[in-house]
């Protein structure tokens, strides 16, 4: 999906709370790749909530990151609660094991 049909997407929906899902044991790729599309979705979608969350923890190498980027992550997101969630750096939802039944739950994927 482009940004373009992503942003469309969540303007059409009117989504207040989008969720930018990690997958297990997120590595400095999926982070970063999550922090640069919250950075850009915030720029077009000022008064929407955009959160990273990695709800199996994040790798050692990606944790150095926090010391030198002010990026926040949450490790228990509340996926019921978000009205759009965006997986990075997976090929498929089941790279969030235990989870993948909760966004499999969800209604309306894309």
Do not use: W
Not at 5 to 25: I, W
Not at 50 to 78: D, H, R, S, W
Not at 81 to 86: G, L, P, Q, R
């Amino acid at each position: 999906m482009s940004f373009k049909e992503l942003l469309q997407l969540l303007e059409d929906t009117k989504a207040s709370f989008v969720l930018l899902l990690c997958h297990r044991s997120a590595d400095a790729d999926a982070i970063c790749s999550a922090y640069a599309l919250q950075g850009l979705l915030k720029r077009f979608l000022p008064n929407v909530v955009i959160e990273i969350g990695c709800p199996q923890g994040v790798n050692k190498p990606a944790k150095l990151l926090f010391e030198y980027m002010p990026i926040t992550v949450n490790l228990k997101p509340n996926i019921e609660s978000a009205e759009a969630i965006v997986l990075l750096d997976m090929n498929t939802v089941e790279q969030l094991d235990e989870f993948a039944g909760a966004i499999n739950k969800t209604p309306n994927q894309k």
